[in-house]
């Protein structure tokens, strides 16, 4: 599938999951505009929509950008980096160190990215 072409390898878990009904698909409706056109142009169309269903509907959000935290954080949403969900796996039990160490290895590696505050997660 095309996703796989593009290195997005976590998509067919994602996909599993909506198919399953672990994940619900929501889209923006109109309750969400005002916030959408308040939204920095910085940022992407799926960040701008996601952001705005977040504040709307009061979701906490997940992202991997810095500034997108930053900027939810300023306009008093809920939001959390890749490395928090990564140390609540380890701090609660759900996985130990050494998987989640392996984890994030794959991320790197199949996602093409880097976490950049490793030692954060473990202390």
């Known amino acids: 599938m095309k996703y796989y072409e593009k ?3 976590f998509a ?3 996909l599993d999951c ?3 009904e672990y994940i619900d698909v929501v889209a923006v409706d ?3 505009l005002p916030y959408m056109l308040g939204l920095p ?4 169309p799926g960040e701008r929509d996601s952001i705005a269903m977040c504040k709307s509907r009061g979701y906490v959000f997940l992202s991997n950008e810095k500034k997108v ?3 939810c954080k300023k306009h008093g949403m809920q939001c959390l980096l890749l490395p928090h969900i990564l140390k609540s796996l380890w701090k609660e039990n759900i996985l130990d160190k050494e998987d989640v160490e392996e984890l994030i290895t794959e991320i790197e590696s199949r996602d093409n990215t880097v976490i950049t505050d490793k030692d954060s997660i473990f202390s």
């Open 41 to 44: 142009k910085s940022f992407g």
């Open 18 to 20: 909506i198919k399953n």
């Open 7 to 9: 290195g997005y390898f």
């Open 30 to 32: 109109q309750n969400d």
């Open 69 to 71: 935290y930053n900027y």
């Open 12 to 14: 067919e878990s994602v």
